[in-house]
T-cell receptor, first 115, second 112 residues
Framework: QKEVEQNSGPLSVPEGAIASLNCTYS??????FFWYRQYSGKSPELIMFIYSNGDKEDGRFTAQLNKASQYVSLLIRDSQPSDSATYLC???????????????FGQGTILTVHP | DAGITQSPRHKVTETGTPVTLRCHQT?????MYWYRQDPGHGLRLIHY???????DKGEVSDGYSVSRSKTEDFLLTLESATSSQTSVYFCAISVRRNTEAFFGQGTRLTVV
């Protein structure tokens, strides 16, 4: 079982719809969760992070975390064609005390927003 | 880009040759990382550093070595390049321990 899993997609949604991206992780000790966006040929850029159970909203983006179910999601409201990209889920695993946590990535979900 | 510069941006090399990729940062951050990105595998950690001369292995470290003699520079060396090391390599930094990473522009390496 991979430590961080995402559905590779592609996920296709119409402009203006809500895009829902999902990620599961295997290490119950994971503490921090991140969503990155990566346009084709570019480097990943951080768009959201979440540490606590529940929802965290930033503009059109909402990150949701459920540690009991080991599940983190990203909702994009009012999706735009410019949101078309690969979305990477990242989990900080085995961080505690003086150890150095490893930021482990899922394989990414390709999102296409069509006009 | 968090003040991160990777060089070269593109390189083609022959199997069996050594290759060194450079990551330079301008902000004196302590934590630096090298990842590779391949279709179907996402980003995988090769090596990381938590200070000058302090480095450790990631999940795909075989065939790679690193050095960090100055805070600002983190070098990744492919000791004897193989075709399986054809990939896009990203350097990243973290501002604090156990926090998010910020990425450089990437280096596309092709081993023929």
């Amino acid at each position: 079982q991979k430590e961080v899993e995402q559905n590779s997609g592609p996920l296709s949604v119409p402009e203006g719809a809500i895009a829902s991206l999902n990620c599961t992780y295997s290490d119950r000790g994971s503490q921090s969760f991140f969503w990155y966006r990566q346009y084709s040929g570019k480097s990943p850029e951080l768009i959201m992070f979440i540490y606590s159970n529940g929802d965290k909203e930033d503009g059109r983006f909402t990150a949701q975390l459920n540690k009991a179910s080991q599940y983190v999601s990203l909702l994009i409201r009012d999706s735009q064609p410019s949101d078309s990209a690969t979305y990477l889920c990242a989990v900080l695993i085995n961080a505690g005390g003086t150890s150095y946590g490893k930021l482990t990535f899922g394989q990414g979900t390709i999102l296409t927003v069509h006009p | 880009d968090a003040g991160i510069t990777q060089s070269p941006r593109h390189k083609v090399t022959e199997t069996g040759t050594p290759v060194t990729l450079r990551c330079h940062q301008t902000e004196n951050h302590r934590y630096m990382y090298w990842y590779r990105q391949d279709p179907g595998h996402g980003l995988r950690l090769i090596h990381y550093s938590y200070g000058v001369k302090d480095t450790d292995k990631g999940e795909v470290s075989d065939g790679y070595s690193v050095s960090r003699s100055k805070t600002e520079d983190f070098l990744l060396t492919l000791e004897s390049a193989t075709s399986s090391q054809t990939s896009v390599y990203f350097c990243a930094i973290s501002v604090r321990r156990n926090t998010e990473a910020f990425f450089g522009q990437g280096t596309r390496l092709t081993v023929v």
